[in-house]
């Protein structure tokens, strides 16, 4: 017998409010089914499980919040082990079935699972037009079945993600990094000019929907160099450095209106430039209508964050614990560069890294930059 636990969605989350479950006792799961939704400063996210089983039986009910580690569900024929992937238990975990507050509502956008608003986008079903069974009236996953067979339903509760709670557990993350992590800094400026040139190269026959990003090339450049520098993928717990059990690169999505997630890209490494292009796309467009996976925020090994687009032209990053790195690129410019004794024009990036001392050193950290800089010298071979 297993347990299905409130799974850690990072080192801001110490607990979390189980909204809807998408399995009933009695129902077998597989490894990678979403099970159920739980609602954190992040917004709802859908948690998938680790093993394959059979629901036993609820130990939560909808509407509760509990601290991260809670067991929400037996699963029989699963390892007696923690079901749901829990990355680390906070030191002063929330107490337990707490009242659930809601943040203030917000005028035109439906309260709504991501799994009843993925069925009510298929099945053509206005949210706006029902009215949710859930804690605080959420349109849950049954309610857009009902509505899809015929049922008739009324107006619902409407919300917005509460950015200020979002902002205060960021917040308090950042605090314990700066607080506890001994970092160190580094810096290296790449000539570009070579990987743009590629860039527009593979770009120039493909649809405006198909084509690469630099995003994509930069990640799959640090996702390459980590197979060659293990000790920035991975986590420093009481144990010491553990390390990653693949190449799993966080990436830092601003959400509009000032909130930020890191979502994972599962082993960047072995993906086709064009796989990792559409997982980045799919990454952004979930990210920002509040449809992440659980295993998409607990399972970063490393955090990259470009602000490029913004005009930064430099970042110096804040490592997320109890990850042991973060990769910083700025803004491409266009720079007067010594190419063979002769001065051009060259299109530069300033990149960085922050590092944990505990887990590495500058000397392992400038060779890791350096190995990001080789590969994006040949960006077909990436």
Excluded: C
Excluded at 45 to 51: A, G
Excluded at 314 to 340: C, H, N, S
């Amino acid at each position: 017998m297993g347990e299905f636990r409130m799974p850690s969605l990072g080192a801001d989350m110490e607990a979390g409010t189980l909204v809807e479950w998408l399995k009933r006792p009695g129902d077998p799961v597989r490894r990678g089914d979403i099970v159920a939704v739980v609602e954190t400063q992040k917004g709802a996210i859908e948690i998938d499980i680790f093993e394959d089983g059979v629901i036993e039986r609820w130990l939560v009910e909808p509407g509760t919040t509990v601290p991260v580690g809670t067991p929400l569900a037996l699963i029989a024929g699963a390892q007696p082990a923690v079901v749901a992937k829990v990355l680390e238990v906070p030191a002063t975990p929330a107490p337990a079935a707490s009242p659930r507050v809601e943040p203030p509502a917000a005028a035109g956008r439906a309260r709504a699972s991501p799994a009843a608003r993925r069925l009510a986008s298929e099945r053509g079903i206005a949210l706006s037009g029902l009215s949710g069974s859930g804690p605080g009236g959420a349109i849950l996953y049954a309610d857009v079945e009902r509505a899809a067979a015929g049922a008739v339903s009324g107006p619902a509760l409407t919300k917005r993600l509460d950015l200020k709670e979002m902002r205060r557990a960021i917040a308090a993350a950042m605090a314990r990094s700066k607080r506890e992590i001994p970092h160190y800094y580094l810096s290296t400026t790449i000539d570009l000019t070579r990987a743009l040139a590629w860039l527009e190269a593979a770009n120039a026959t493909r649809s405006p929907a198909q084509r690469l990003l630099l995003a994509a090339l930069l990640l799959k450049g640090v996702a390459r160099a980590l197979g060659e520098a293990p000790e920035f993928n991975g986590f420093f717990t009481a144990e010491g450095f553990q390390p990653g059990s693949g190449i799993h690169i966080g990436t830092a999505i601003a959400i509009r209106g000032g909130g930020l997630v890191a979502p994972a890209i599962r082993d960047a490494d072995k993906l086709p430039l064009d796989e990792l292009m559409a997982r980045l796309r799919d990454l952004v467009t979930r990210a920002r209508r509040g449809a992440l996976r659980s295993s998409e925020l607990s399972d970063p090994t490393i955090t990259v964050t470009n602000l490029g687009e913004r005009g930064v032209e430099t970042v110096f990053g804040v490592i997320y614990p109890p990850q042991v790195a973060l990769v910083g690129f700025g803004m491409p410019v266009e720079r007067p560069w010594v190419v063979a004794g002769k001065v051009a024009a060259r299109h530069v990036l300033t990149t960085t890294l922050a590092a944990d001392h505990r887990a590495s050193d500058g000397h392992r950290g400038a060779l890791f930059l350096a190995d990001i800089d080789r590969r994006l010298q040949s960006p077909e071979k990436l």
